[in-house]
């Protein structure tokens, strides 16, 4: 299969890659191109604003997450579906050839785009830069003779005399510039403590971002040579639709209902999720937390993924009728699976607010953050893994909770000062910081809804 496509790297975090991938799918998408965008990485904001510039669901590309295998496989499902893009934009994370930590490469823009045979194009904040943009450019250029460098877009150029010393400078090295943005300072996108803010926490705003976005790159950047180059990708081979792989479990006559929340407090979901519970014969059904007062009616699952609901502990907490409809799923034993900001609203509280007291912790910010991948094991049964089973993901948070991980912790897994446990298993309840892609584990659905099948047929 042949699937154009490029990937938006940079020499480190910083440089633009976020605003210069967001306006490409944007720019491509206003000359009526269907277009497909893809983060490198466990990030799950980038990929929100990628959703609005493409108009269908951003996907993530993370060989750690999901295991080397997996990356094209995923890459072509999120690129046809709901149909083939003409042209898909694979925005990278940190530098290009930064990996993870002690493993060299891996898990790295270049390691990602070599998965995928696509070319790179180099995104080069150039504001104080002269002729040493050159040596730059080369040397990324000249470090990795798997990786293929198609161009370099300039950001932030401060001026047209500007543009004409750095052009002239990189006409020595040899690798074309498609493009130079200038500053805008108006289109920078706000930040808090743990990154960009989500696009659905200003959906309007992020629209009008995006769109502005789309008009300057289009504006500075040679769509027509980022078409062409993208054709150069080497063709691909379709392999399985690995985001509908599941273990085999026999669906239910009936669809189990699984409520998955969503929202601003709760942003955080890679698209798969949904994907492979629809594939295990569950009908997926969103809520806001937030907004809602109500489940979903004839609820035999839930699901509550990552967010922000530090910023919205208030309105959550407000929210009593919600609250207390989640604590009486979970006294009936319905399967729950929360992650991360789904563990912080069981908690008895949340910086000191009220949540829905599933969980016998109370939860708080810190001014620590944890963050890193991580090889877990599963301690014990659950509704997501059985005892024993290995498991990557990762974590990405500035709270913490009190007390810590009780005698049957979700996850267990080894750092440099011993073995660390980690979550909640509670019955039914699954809890826990660690963030995972459900298409790496592709049994966590299947298993997920089995159990809502197991409880709705227990007896009351």
Aim: charged share 20%.
């Amino acid at each position: 299969m042949s699937i154009p496509r490029v990937v938006i790297a940079a020499p480190a975090s910083g440089h633009g890659k976020t605003s210069v991938a967001t306006g490409l799918l944007s720019a491509l998408r206003g000359r009526g191109l269907a277009v497909s965008g893809h983060k490198v990485g466990p990030d799950y904001i980038d990929p929100g604003y990628h959703a609005i510039a493409a108009g269908r669901p951003g996907r993530n590309l993370d060989p750690w997450l999901v295991g080397e295998q997996r990356i094209e496989p995923l890459f072509v499902h999120g690129a046809t579906t709901p149909a083939p893009a003409d042209i898909a934009v694979v925005e990278g994370v940190m530098g290009l050839f930064d990996g993870m930590t002690g493993r060299g490469g891996f898990a790295s823009t270049a390691h990602v785009a070599a998965l995928l045979g696509a070319p790179v194009v180099l995104v080069v904040d150039a504001t104080g830069m002269g002729r040493s943009v050159t040596a730059l450019v080369h040397g990324f250029a000249a470090f990795d003779p798997s990786v293929r460098l198609g161009g370099v877009i300039l950001n932030r150029v401060g001026s047209r005399r500007h543009r004409q010393i750095l052009t002239d400078a990189l006409a020595e090295s040899g690798v074309a510039v498609l493009g130079a943005v200038p500053r805008h300072a108006a289109l920078e996108t706000p930040s808090r403590h743990l990154g960009l803010i989500p696009a659905a926490e200003r959906t309007a705003e992020a629209g009008r971002t995006v769109a502005a976005l789309g008009e300057v790159v289009g504006a500075n950047v040679d769509l027509d040579a980022i078409v062409r180059l993208a054709r150069t990708a080497a063709a691909l081979d379709c392999g399985s639709d690995t985001a509908a792989e599941r273990a085999g479990t026999p669906q239910p006559a009936r669809p189990v209902r699984v409520a998955v929340a969503g929202g601003a407090a709760f942003s955080f979901g890679y698209t798969e999720q949904g994907e492979l519970l629809a594939a295990a014969g569950a009908e997926v059904v969103p809520f806001d937390p937030l907004r809602d007062e109500r489940l979903p009616a004839d609820v035999d699952g839930l699901v509550i993924g990552g967010g922000f609901p530090e910023a919205h502990a208030a309105t959550l907490s407000a929210n009593e009728p919600m609250r207390a409809a989640v604590a009486e799923l979970a006294r009936r034993d319905v399967p729950i699976a929360a992650e991360c900001a789904g563990l912080l609203y069981l908690a008895r509280s949340l910086d000191r607010r009220p949540m829905c007291g599933v969980l016998d912790v109370d939860a708080a910010m810190t001014d620590r953050l944890t963050l890193g991948y991580r090889d877990a094991v599963a301690p014990h049964d659950s509704v997501l893994a059985p005892a024993g089973t290995r498991v990557h993901g990762h974590e990405f948070h500035r709270t913490a909770c009190l007390p810590g991980a009780p005698a049957r912790a979700a996850w267990q897994w080894r750092q440099d000062t011993g073995t660390v446990a980690e979550g909640v298993v509670r019955g039914n309840v699954h809890a826990s910081y660690l963030h995972l892609h459900w298409a790496g584990n592709p049994g966590v659905a299947d298993r997920f809804v089995a159990a809502c099948v197991a409880a709705r047929s227990a007896p009351a």
